[in-house]
Each structure stands twice: as structure tokens, then as C-alpha cells.
């Protein structure tokens, strides 16, 4: 398994920005794409995912009703798409992989076997 995280870069408070995490895997089956962020001097944290197959995505409380996970199959890759965005998003964003994650379990990192190796966010205010 291996992830590709992409995208990264500065923009305003206010603006967006998309991320996108390319996974070359042996198998879409039983896949859940998680995006995580950590911010200088912080533990990392959850912030979107989704099963590859569809379904609810899971959401961390600080970007409800901003981010989005959207999948697209021709590219094979999990974008995540952020919308107004704060300075308080600024963060290395890391897409994580995992197999047979059952929904419950979706938001913690420890969960996640396989992660790619980041992508800086700074949003300046």
C-alpha cells in the first residue's frame, strides 16, 4: 500500500483548497481513506473519512459544514476538499489507509496501518 498526499500550500482565511491522496493498493475491497492534520506542537488529529466504496463520511467537529471527502475512481484518489478555511487549519494534512475499519473505529489513527507521508496547509489570516 502505498499513499500519495497532494495539494498542500498557502491561501487566505476564506478561501479553499483541495487536497487530494493517491493510493496505489492491492485492493479497493473493505477500504477506508481517512484524512488526518497535525499542527506544530500539537498530536494529530482526525479530520475526514470515508470507506472507498461510499457511504457516510465521518467528519472531526472542527470542519463540519467546511470539509468535504469526495472519491474519484479514474484517478484513484481521496480528495479532501476544504472550504473556508481558518488559520487554525493550518497543519501537515497525512491521508491514512486501512482495511475492514468498521465505522466506529473510523476516527482514531491507530487504526490506520498504512499512512503517506503529508502535505504542509497554511492559511494566513
Known amino acids: 500500500v502505498q499513499l500519495q498526499a497532494s495539494g498542500g500550500g498557502l491561501v487566505q482565511a476564506g478561501g479553499s483548497l483541495r487536497l487530494s491522496c493517491a493510493a496505489s493498493?492491492?485492493?479497493?475491497?473493505?477500504?477506508?481513506i481517512g484524512w488526518f492534520h497535525q499542527a506544530p506542537g500539537k498530536e494529530r488529529e482526525f479530520v475526514l473519512a470515508?470507506?472507498?466504496?461510499?457511504?457516510?463520511?465521518a467528519y472531526g467537529d472542527s470542519v463540519k459544514g467546511r470539509f468535504t471527502i469526495s472519491r474519484d475512481n479514474a484517478k484513484k484518489t481521496m480528495n479532501l476538499q476544504m472550504n473556508n478555511v481558518q488559520p487554525e487549519d493550518t497543519a501537515v494534512y497525512y491521508c491514512?489507509?486501512?482495511?475492514?475499519?468498521?465505522?466506529?473505529?473510523?476516527?482514531?489513527?491507530?487504526?490506520?496501518?498504512?499512512w503517506g507521508q503529508g502535505t504542509q496547509v497554511t492559511v494566513s489570516s
Open positions: 491514512a489507509a486501512a482495511y475492514r475499519l468498521i465505522h466506529g473505529l473510523i476516527r482514531q489513527e491507530d487504526r490506520y496501518a498504512y
Open positions: 493498493v492491492r485492493t479497493f475491497t473493505d477500504l477506508t
Open positions: 470515508m470507506r472507498w466504496s461510499g457511504g457516510s463520511p
